[in-house]
């Protein structure tokens, strides 16, 4: 057995930047009033593939929604440059300094899709954007909402977006050739403010029903404790009732209406949180039909649930890349700064072009409408509500 005494220290290391970060979370800040504030500022950052072209329509919606806020300098809707692979790689830096300090001057982001290197990229290894930007920016809860109203689902995942096994996701010790581990992080403010979250937004919705989602049963510590986060936070709220699920079962069964019908507002823990969302947008009818937040105490980002689609752009189809997905991510954003109206006519509207009048359709394929086209389409759906 090799010395582990360079191992250990890697891990002392690790423990105690966690104690720190413990100290700031203590230190965090009150939830951003929007009500109080005179001029709520909207940072836009279009990102890379086809985050220029599906933002462009998200631009004309917030224009047209928020046109009396925004003459009435209640609303500034600020363009963010330099969220780009070029520029993220020309400086080495995953979100580089001026352009984090731009977004911090923002109340809330609407954020596009930003490419993150893979090995075989002509770019360099830098790390995702996204993860810089939650760990920066506090955004500890990834709210995803699911709907499917024909057969009665209208489902709210509450995503814990920072710890997890994500949170030391690079950090693992190989210590040697034989013997490789990572590390699951959890800690109590962490579960508690996550269960918070979703227990607010159930009592603000009216919903009854909040359920964890974990592997208690072996991962005893990190999925345990948040199950017992939930249980306190839940005796604050007796009008809702907790459930707990396991993530294998979860997954397996979440397209069984049977099991999954009456379920309303989940818990999840970083990673299957991940990995159940995406089977949720899967069921409801792919990656271009939900929206995604990214929400802080004082930030939040909104955005597609999406990437950058390269594949549209390498194939020159990004002009025909569906919106919905950041649309609905709008209207996230709208609710979430108090625009409920707004946020409802955009969310009816999405509904009708998309699931119900389908005038015209977009498939990401030229035969059907483009981008801008479907942008059309929703501007003249709006303004008929
Ligand atoms: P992707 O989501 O970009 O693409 C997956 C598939 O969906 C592709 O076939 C793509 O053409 C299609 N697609 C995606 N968005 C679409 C839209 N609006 N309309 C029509 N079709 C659409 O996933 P990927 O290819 O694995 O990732 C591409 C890049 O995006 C990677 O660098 C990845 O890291 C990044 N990414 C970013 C985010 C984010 O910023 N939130 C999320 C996921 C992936």
């Known amino acids: 057995m090799k010395d582990i005494s360079s191992t250990l220290k890697n891990f002392s290391e690790l423990i105690e930047s966690e104690v720190k970060r413990i100290e700031r979370m203590k230190e965090a800040e009150e939830f951003t009033n929007f009500k109080e504030l005179e001029k709520i500022i909207i940072g836009i950052a279009p990102g890379d593939g086809i985050g220029p072209i599906i933002i462009e ?32 790689a020309a400086k080495l830096q995953s979100v580089p300094e001026e352009v984090l300090a731009e977004i911090k001057k923002c109340h809330v982001l609407l ?7 893979r090995a075989t990229d002509p770019w360099p290894n830098l790390p995702s954007a996204n993860a810089t930007l939650r760990r920066e920016l506090d955004l500890f809860a990834n709210v995803r909402p699911m709907s499917m109203p024909e057969k009665g ?9 920072i710890e997890g096994a994500y949170i030391w996701g690079s950090k693992g ?13 959890e800690t109590a403010i962490g579960s508690e403010r996550i269960a918070r979250a979703a227990f607010e937004f159930a ?31 839940a005796e604050e709220y007796p009008e809702i009732t907790l459930e707990e699920r396991f993530v294998d079962v979860t997954a397996a069964k979440l397209s069984d209406m049977e099991f999954s019908k009456d379920l309303q507002v989940f818990v999840l823990p ?3 949180g991940d990995i159940i969302t995406d089977i949720a947008a899967e069921l409801q009818g792919g990656l271009g039909t939900a929206g995604a937040a990214n929400i802080g105490a004082k930030y939040a980002i909104f955005e597609a649930i999406h990437g950058s689609a390269p594949f549209l752009i390498n194939n020159n189809r ?24 707004q946020s409802e006519k955009l969310t009816r509207t999405l509904d009708i072009c998309g ?24 501007i003249e759906t709006i303004k008929k509500l």
């Open 173 to 185: 010790i190989q210590v040697d050739e034989n013997l490789a581990i990572d590390f699951v992080v």
């Open 57 to 88: 329509q998200a631009r004309r919606v917030l224009n047209l929604l928020l046109e009396e806020e925004i003459k009435a300098g209640k609303v500034e809707l600020r363009e963010i440059e330099g969220l780009t692979i070029e520029n993220r």
């Open 153 to 161: 689902i209208d489902w709210t995942f509450y995503r814990e977006n």
């Open 318 to 341: 990004g002009e025909y890349a569906d919106p919905s997905s950041v649309l609905r991510g709008t209207a996230m954003l709208l609710s979430h700064i108090g625009y409920q109206a």
């Open 270 to 272: 970083n990673l299957y």
């Open 203 to 233: 009592k603000n919705n009216g919903k009854t029903n909040v359920t964890v989602v974990t592997k208690a049963n072996i991962v005893k510590l990190t999925d345990g404790n948040l199950i017992k986060a939930c249980k306190k936070v």
């Open 111 to 117: 954020k596009g899709p930003t490419t993150t290197p």
């Open 355 to 378: 699931i119900e009048e389908r005038k015209i359709v977009i498939t990401s394929q030229r035969e059907n409408a483009s981008t801008a086209e479907y942008g059309d389409y929703v």
